[in-house]
């Protein structure tokens, strides 16, 4: 029996066994079988089988002989072959409109198509040379040696082939014996010339010259680029040399400088490809070696400095340094051998590597260059010299430089060497870190963190995180951490102290399913990396992996990122299977051995404040996720488990118990905000009381837990005013329950008033002591963070306390008194405080809009705050006063709302000078709301809220405060367009109970109105428009702001959902809450045009192009009262708030009010609409207004303005009736600075309305020079003019005010002897031709005598009694001409 080979057999033994298995004749265990030929015609199945067979016997009785059977020596028939199949077919996806069979015979063609294209080439004109005949039977075989000694260098055969050596060598022999031919001497040295450079600067890009340095050029004799090749006979080489001698011949001529300038030329126009194919051409052995031969670099900037303008200026200290000979066999450190495999050779192209770096140059540059970073992510100087042992320098393009470019930190992660990946990820890690503190700010242009971006950082990282190697995942998460988390974010992130929501907005839903990963991630990166399931993957590394202590806690701190990002987004965290039960059993369980060591090596079993945290972000996405985690996941034993228990008590590091005591009093309060987990109130309402009463700073100022230790107080503070909301809400929750209600209401929660009267005592007694501390140095900070807990507390308690049934007005009135009186008066006269409150205008985002701008910020990426040494707007920290004038503001509120007489008492607050610098700033400011600014403008609009409503509780007894209280108004009215999302309630409130309240317009009550009329007479000194007086306007709006208030309210009804919801969080009413996360951001709740919401609203509904020609009793039922209302309001803007409408532009302004004659044809006649109308158009004509007035920007709103003119011109042809406000508004925008279509719209389209254009001259708004100058340059509408004019369309008694700016047009036109174009020059005389012979002996008059427009006049303009001696000459000049050729033909 045979036995199969082992690999321990020789050779020999395999042959043995060899001749033995040929010598049994035992079949082989494989057989060889052949598959039937479809398209031959083979029979498949049975037959081909026994076909197989025989030819498998064949082939066993022939094993060594080779046979082709089946090709046949005869060439093959031109007829097209078979239609081609293919087996596979009913194995491939096909559908339904394509066809496989029909697809490849379309990209197979079959040989009768190839050879049917063969055409023979002419090679009449080739030489033909016979091989040299040899003795040797076969050729020579090349060696190594033999071709090195012919003089190829090692820069002419670095990677080629021994036989392409072989053959430049001859080519390079006989490039020597031409040149020896040609000179008569010695040849010519070859020159170490690099690949792609030129030998000089004279070089030709057709022939061959010699170098710049030479007298006279030697002429080859024939062309390198023009061989003539393809044309028939002997002409192909004669026409060859002729242009080869016409192209010397023209060198010849010409100098050095116009050389290089047709050299420059040819070098801009030809592609690259071909210029280096005409460089490849040229020999490298043609050119004489200089006396100083350049490096490769300065010789091109030499051959070329004449047209490449240097942006880089270098100054090397050591020039004219000579390129370094190759290395050599003693320089190695290991002498090679020849018993050596393939090293017996010296191959020095290989060992340059190995040579020294060359001399760091110091050089100054005013170009930016490449940005290098070491392993630590710091920027590294491009002239500092760091030595080698740090492992800086590498050999990419610029070896002698120390660091790596980003682009080399990719290329690098990319190895195949873990630690290499692992080194480039560490570093990327770095440098995003360094990015996010602006370390690069100053000496990195752009943004670091786009950059990356753009370049695919964030797939990388992805992919790096599936690796198997737990070096390199680590590395990945840490980069990952830092391209997400901004540790001033988290840093920050104390309890919302100030009943501030911690987390970011939702940004824009859009639809992904239709997008690519890559498309998602460009727009938010949060959520391309949730659609590349990366929360799978931080679940598989935390549960099976179980990393080391730094990465879990950046998994955590990526996790919490994604829950802060949207509630879309913490839900998925949530339902993300097993990972938050991982979370909850790994990093937060109830029982836990004390730590061996300060610093363990896993976390895994350990309680850590960062999943505390997460549970925490994810319980503020809605009130369903937060029962969730209270129920399903453990949450609630969790917060019994850390809160029972003393920090000290925990068996935890100091440090760590602090803050995993924190995050649970944390996640307690965001709970008891949606009225939950109330019942653990009452089980641990014992430890919570003696945590109050007892002494809460055990570390003295200045260590390093006091402010863990302040944080863990603030976060009970939260917890105790949030319980206190919720047990206010009992008692009407408990009476909903017995009453009908139309909506369903949640159930009362298991807290009661009763349950929490014990706490004001303890907190009010904390506060007492906080303010006596203020004069302490060393306590000043700590005490400022903590009054603002205190104070938001008293605030609920008291806001709580007047709607309960055990209410004692009498006893709350007392005690408010001692309240004001020994806390918030010594509180608000400390010096502290006040230089808290100077720091408003230098700490706001409204009134330093540049501060909410970062260069390191990418939209994909928003975060709360923004590095650099820009003013940190946080809200929590001691040097912004938001969160202390929040606070206070509040409960001064609520405490002038239960006993007004204390209320003047506060006045001083309303009235220091800090303050009311800010609010004018504010009134001034124009906030752009982005993904960034949009947080803290949030929190700073609900500080002007406090304020503006502060103010009007004080108004009645307080005389200073009503002196100011205009202002407070108008920070009110600024206010309402930049309202975010989320502030629907505010926006309801002000426009209320402040926009239109007459109190708070002042001017209104103390001869406003008549102030008007003043200066509307001081307005119409040089001239008047419109006859109605404004006084009498202005005195029935102020009479009508009920009825302007119930107008916007009507139309703020669509909003009533949101306004509901956005009550139910600004005054607490916990058990209603659905989430705690600000809505998404696409913009202010109201638009900055609301003024003109009525008008706009009724536009839409009937105007054009739904109609327009409704008359007014057609319209919907109160739309004139709607309009009315709206232009009273919009009057009183104008004239009492102008600031207020400041976001909106002129032509904005113009647009909206054009809409009125849109939308019906009678509605502009109603009197009240006219006279509001005319006033409103006065205001906007104002030469300030007018001057900002460009109607060429884009509207919101609209496609175009030109289209709105369109439509208003149509609309005036139709229904006007020669009305003069209406004429007002067709002439407006036919101003000589606007655009010239808006006029080719009239006098081309619209022509037959110039009959009904009949405004006076005098009642024209603006200036009729805005219609005279500049000169009109548009020939078209020259030629429009003057037909108008000659055709009677255009006449003075119908259209007086476009009679005239037509009359000065072409009167400038026909006698401007400027120089022009033919074309105009000749429509120039024909026009003054045509003028001359006119008929109309008045219309010539006009045309010919016009000098300037004049109001004063009746013609409106003034003409000269005789033509000017000038203007004689040009007239003659042209008639007389024109009449000489007429009388020659």
């Known amino acids: 029996m045979l036995k199969r080979p082992s690999s321990s057999d020789s050779e020999a033994d395999l042959l043995r066994a060899q001749e033995c298995f040929l010598a049994a004749g035992v079949p082989s265990a494989v057989r060889v079988l052949r598959r039937p030929e479809k398209r031959r015609g083979e029979p498949s199945g049975c037959a081909g089988e026994e076909k197989a067979e025989e030819e498998e016997e064949v082939m066993v009785s022939c094993r060594d002989v080779v046979t082709i059977t089946e090709h046949s020596e005869q060439i093959p028939s031109l007829t097209p072959g078979p239609s081609k199949k293919s087996c596979f077919r009913a194995e491939q996806v096909c559908f339904v409109d394509e066809d496989p069979e029909a697809e490849l015979e379309r990209k197979d063609t079959h040989v009768t198509a190839v050879l049917s294209r063969i055409i023979e080439h002419d090679t009449s004109a080739v030489p033909v040379s016979f091989p040299a005949f040899t003795g040797a039977a076969f050729p020579k075989v090349f060696h190594r040696s033999e071709v090195e000694d012919q003089g190829i260098t090692v820069a002419q055969k670095c990677r080629k082939s021994i036989f392409a050596q072989k053959i430049a060598a001859q080519k390079i022999a006989a490039q020597r014996a031409r040149g020896k031919g040609l000179t008569g001497g010695d040849p010519v040295q070859p020159t170490l010339v690099p690949q792609g450079t030129s030998c000089a600067p004279l070089a030709s890009m057709e022939t061959a010259s010699l170098p710049s340095g030479s007298e006279e050029h030697a002429v080859s004799e024939t062309s390198r680029l023009v061989t003539g090749?393809?044309?028939?006979?002997?002409?192909?080489?004669?026409?060859?040399?002729?242009?080869?001698?016409?192209?010397?011949?023209k060198l010849h001529g010409m100098s050095q400088s116009e050389i290089l300038e047709e050299q420059r030329r040819l070098l801009s126009q030809l592609e690259p490809r071909l210029v280096d194919f005409v460089k490849s051409r040229k020999p490298h052995g043609g050119c004489q070696p200089s006396a100083a031969p350049l490096p490769a670099k300065e010789e091109q900037q030499h051959c070329f400095s004449e047209h490449i303008s240097q942006e880089v200026e270098m100054e090397d200290v050591e020039a004219n340094v000579a390129p370094a000979p190759p290395i050599t066999e003693d320089e190695l450190?290991?002498?090679?051998?020849?018993?050596?495999?393939?090293?017996?050779?010296?191959?020095?192209?290989?060992?340059?590597?190995?040579?020294?770096l060359p001399a760091s140059r110091k050089r100054s540059t005013k170009k930016a260059m490449q940005a290098r970073f070491n392993f630590d992510g710091v920027l590294i100087s491009p002239t500092e010299d760091l030595p080698t042992h740090l492992g800086l320098h590498h050999h990419g393009d610029e070896p002698e430089l120390a660091?790596?470019?980003?682009?080399?930190?990719?290329?690098?992660?990319?190895?195949?060497?873990?630690?290499?990946?692992?080194?480039?990820?560490t570093t990327l890690g770095?440098?995003?870190?360094?990015?996010?503190?602006?370390?690069?700010?100053?000496?990195?242009?752009?943004?670091?963190?786009?950059?990356?971006?753009?370049a695919g950082l964030?797939?990388?990282?992805?992919?790096?995180?599936?690796?198997?190697?737990?070096?390199?995942?680590?590395?990945?998460?840490?980069?990952?951490?830092?391209?997400?988390?901004?540790?001033?974010d988290e840093e920050e992130d104390k309890e919302d102290d100030e009943g501030l929501e911690d987390a970011l907005k939702e940004t824009a839903k859009e639809k992904e399913e239709k997008k690519s990963d890559h498309d998602v991630a460009r727009n938010d990166v949060i959520k391309g990396l949730l659609r590349m399931k990366l929360l799978p993957r931080l679940r598989y590394i935390l549960e099976v992996l179980r990393p080391p202590p730094r990465t879990v806690l950046d998994i955590l701190e990526i996790l919490i990122r994604i829950a802060r990002h949207s509630p879309t987004s913490a839900i998925q965290v949530l339902d993300c299977p097993r990972l938050m039960n991982t979370v909850m059993s790994e990093f937060l369980p109830c029982s836990w051995s004390p730590p061996v060591s300060p610093t363990p090596d896993r976390l895994h079993g350990f309680p850590v404040a960062a999943a505390m945290k997460l549970v925490r972000i994810l319980a503020t996405a809605g009130r369903h996720t937060c029962a969730r985690l209270l129920n399903s996941l453990g949450a609630r034993e969790r917060i019994s488990c850390f809160v029972a228990q003393e920090p000290q008590d925990l068996l935890l590091e100091p440090g760590e118990a602090l803050r995993i005591s924190t995050e649970a009093l944390r996640l307690w309060a965001v709970a008891a905000g949606y009225g939950q987990a109330c019942d653990l109130y009452r089980d641990l309402y014992p430890i919570l009381v003696q945590t109050l009463q007892s002494h809460p700073m055990r570390w003295p100022p200045g260590h390093v837990l006091r402010p863990l230790e302040l944080q863990r107080v603030q976060a009970l503070h939260t917890l105790l005013t949030n319980v206190t909301h919720t047990a206010g809400c009992h008692q009407e929750l408990q009476a909903s329950l017995t009453s009908p209600q139309e909506t369903e209401c949640p159930p009362p929660p298991s807290v009661e008033w009763g349950h929490v009267t014990g706490l004001q005592p303890p907190l009010l007694a904390s506060l007492k002591a906080c303010v006596k501390l203020l004069d302490e140095p060393g306590q000043k900070e700590n005490i400022l963070s903590l009054l603002p807990s205190h104070l938001l507390y008293l605030g609920a308690f008291y806001s709580q306390l007047s709607a309960q049934s055990s209410f004692q007005p009498v006893d709350c009135l007392q005690e408010l008194e001692v309240l004001t009186s020994e806390v918030l008066i010594p509180l608000l006269s400390h010096q502290a405080i006040c230089d808290l409150i100077g720091n408003l205008k230098s700490c706001s985002a409204l009134c330093n809009p540049l501060s909410c701008s970062d260069p390191e910020m990418v939209p994909s990426l928003p975060s709360l705050t923004w590095s650099g040494g820009k003013p940190a707007l946080s809200l929590s920290g001691s040097n912004s006063p938001f969160p202390f004038l929040i606070a206070l503001c509040y409960l001064l509120e609520v405490l002038s709302s239960i006993h007004k007489g204390i209320a003047h008492k506060f006045s001083h607050l309303l009235l220091s000078s800090a303050l009311m610098m800010y609010l004018q700033a504010c009134c001034q400011a124009m906030p752009t709301v982005s993904l960034f600014s949009a947080w803290p403008l949030w929190h700073e609009q609900h500080l002007l809220y406090l304020l503006v409503k502060l103010a009007l509780r004080l108004v009645p007894v307080s005389s200073e405060v009503e002196k100011q209280i205009s202002l407070y108004h108008r920070v009110a009215a600024t206010m309402v367009p930049w309202l975010l999302p989320g502030s629907e309630y505010l926006a309801r409130d002000l426009l209320s109970t402040v926009i239109f309240n007459l109190d708070l317009i002042t001017e209104g009550r103390c001869g406003g109105p008549e102030a008007a009329d003043l200066s509307e007479l001081q307005l119409q000194e040089g001239g008047s428009f419109g006859h109605f007086p404004v006084g009498p306007l202005m005195r029935d709006a102020c009479a009508q702001l009920p009825s302007i208030r119930g107008c916007y309210l009507t139309h703020l009804a669509s909003l009533e959902p949101t306004i509901l919801y956005s009550r139910d969080r600004h005054l607490m009413r916990t058990p209603w809450v659905r989430s705690w996360m600000l809505p998404e951001v696409q913009g202010p709740i109201l638009p900055s045009d609301w003024p003109f919401l009525p008008i706009i609203s009724l536009y839409e509904r009937v105007g054009i192009p739904g109609g327009g020609d409704m008359q007014v009793e057609a319209l919907p039922q109160a739309s004139v009262k709607s309009v009315v209302h709206s232009l009273q309001w919009l009057l009183i803007l104008e004239r009492w708030r102008d600031g207020v409408l400041q976001a909106v532009t002129p032509a904005a302004k113009l647009a909206r009010l054009s809409c009125l004659f849109l939308c019906s044809s009678d509605l502009f006649l109603e009197r009240p609409v006219q006279q509001l109308t005319w006033a409103l158009l006065r205001s906007l004509c104002v030469p300030a207004r007018l001057?900002?007035?460009?109607?060429?920007?884009?509207?919101?709103?609209?496609?175009?303005?030109?289209d709105l003119y369109a439509s208003l011109l149509s609309q005036f042809e139709a229904v006007s009736f020669g009305d003069h406000l209406f004429c007002c508004f067709v002439l407006l925008p036919l101003q000589q600075r606007f655009s010239v279509s808006l006029r080719l719209a009239l006098f081309g389209e619209h022509v037959g309305l110039l009959r009904s254009l009949g405004l006076p001259l005098q009642q024209l708004p603006v200036p009729l020079e805005q219609f005279t100058y500049p000169p009109e340059d548009s020939l078209t509408?020259?030629?429009?003019?003057?037909?108008?004019?000659?055709?009677?369309?255009?006449?003075?008694?119908?259209?007086?005010?476009?009679?005239?700016?037509?009359?000065?047009?072409?009167?400038?036109?026909?006698?401007?002897?400027?120089?022009?174009?033919?074309?105009?020059?000749?429509?120039?005389?024909?026009?003054?031709?045509?003028?001359?012979?006119?008929?109309d002996e008045v219309l010539k008059d006009h045309l010919l005598l016009f000098k300037v427009p004049h109001l004063q006049k009746e013609l409106g303009f003034d003409a000269y009694e005789h033509l000017p001696p000038i203007r004689a000459r040009r007239l003659e000049s042209v008639v007389g001409m024109e009449e000489g050729e007429s009388l020659k033909t």
């Open 229 to 249: 090749l393809g044309l028939s006979g002997h002409n192909g080489s004669l026409e060859a040399k002729k242009i080869h001698e016409e192209n010397e011949a």
């Open 403 to 425: 660091g790596y470019s980003l682009q080399e930190l990719f290329l690098l992660s990319r190895s195949q060497v873990t630690q290499q990946r692992c080194l480039a990820l």
């Open 458 to 488: 964030l797939f990388l990282l992805r992919f790096s995180l599936d690796d198997k190697y737990e070096g390199l995942m680590a590395a990945a998460v840490q980069a990952l951490r830092a391209l997400l988390v901004t540790v001033d």
């Open 333 to 356: 450190p290991v002498k090679p051998e020849k018993g050596w495999l393939h090293m017996d050779k010296l191959e020095p192209e290989k060992l340059e590597w190995m040579r020294d």
């Open 430 to 454: 770095h440098i995003l870190t360094k990015a996010r503190a602006s370390d690069f700010a100053s000496s990195v242009r752009g943004s670091v963190f786009a950059t990356l971006l753009d």
């Open 1277 to 1335: 509408l020259l030629r429009l003019y003057f037909q108008v004019l000659v055709t009677g369309a255009l006449r003075c008694a119908w259209c007086p005010v476009l009679y005239v700016v037509a009359l000065a047009h072409l009167n400038a036109f026909i006698f401007s002897q400027d120089v022009v174009s033919q074309e105009v020059d000749a429509a120039r005389r024909s026009m003054l031709r045509k003028t001359y012979y006119l008929t």
């Open 1187 to 1202: 001057a900002a007035l460009d109607l060429g920007v884009p509207l919101p709103g609209l496609a175009s303005f030109h």
